[in-house]
């Protein structure tokens, strides 16, 4: 399975300049012959919480029928990062997984709302799990601090997830967090972990990327880009049921203590 990760810089409160830039990477993707493309968090506005009322996607309309579009288009599935949507009067960090039939397989609010960056303030909590089929593979996605919340992550593992999508807008200054938590996040659910991060510089922080796909042994087979661009892995999904079957923490794990 190749994936393609699009790290990209996002342009703060300017949706229509973001959707451009999304349909480019994901027509240069797709031309790579990419089978799953991922996007970033909050790509259509990044933080301007406080334009969400005149910019936020309602009920992520927009955003869905450009993925729809898209994944159609190229026959091609589509992890499509996280956008700011309005729901009735409420808003969300809402992510969306569209397959290579143009249906949505995913439609997931985040869980674990980013008290630094103010999500407690402007939005709401997610109240539901995240797990998807994409080409027969059982799949889940977070976003971002959910992966701070390992129980979250094997919740979705136990469940028979094989590849976990991580979407993030993840400070520099904490990136030395964000490789060790996602390298223990597959190393201790043996799965594939495929994450990320946007670059650039918004109001309040600066973004570097190390966008990261880990192996479920632990391997890091990307990792190390810090510019805007689409990164390339190929997963051996098979290597899942290997790992799990070699060391057997799913079976050993102590149901009856915790
Ligand atoms: O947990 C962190 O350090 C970063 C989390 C974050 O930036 C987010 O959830 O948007």
């Known amino acids: ?67 729809i579009k898209l994944a159609k288009n190229y026959q091609v599935n589509i992890i499509g990062g996280s956008v700011a949507t309005k729901k009735g009067n409420q808003f969300y960090n809402t992510m969306y997984g569209v397959n290579r039939k143009g249906e949505i397989v995913s439609d997931y609010d985040k869980v674990h709302l980013f008290q630094l960056m103010d999500e407690h303030l402007y939005l709401e909590k997610g109240q539901s799990l995240n797990i998807f089929e994409m080409d027969n593979i059982c799949c889940g996605g977070v976003i971002c601090y959910d992966i701070r919340f390992p129980e979250w992550i094997r919740t979705h593992c136990i469940k028979g997830t094989k590849i976990i999508f991580v979407v993030a807008q993840w ?57 805007e661009g689409v990164f390339y892995t190929n997963l051996e999904i098979e290597e899942v049921d290997l790992i799990r079957q070699s060391i057997p923490v799913f079976q050993d794990r102590r149901k009856d203590l915790y």
């Not at 991060?197 to 632990?218: A, K, L, Q, T, Y």
């Open 1 to 67: 399975m190749k994936i393609a990760c699009i790290q990209m810089d996002i342009a703060f409160g300017e949706p229509e300049k973001n959707r451009d830039k999304v349909i480019k990477f994901t027509e240069e993707a797709a031309h790579s012959k990419a089978d799953v493309i991922v996007f970033p968090e909050m790509w259509n506005i990044g933080y301007a919480l406080d334009q969400m009322d005149q910019l936020a996607d309602r009920n992520g309309e927009k955003t869905k029928q450009l993925l």
């Open 171 to 227: 400070p520099k200054k904490r990136i030395d967090h964000w490789q060790l938590l996602l390298r223990a996040r597959a190393i201790e659910n043996q799965c594939f972990v495929v994450a990320v991060n946007r670059v650039g510089i918004d109001p309040n922080n600066e973004f570097n990327g190390h966008s990261m796909v880990i192996s479920p042994w632990g391997k890091l087979l990307m990792g190390n880009e810090t510019k």
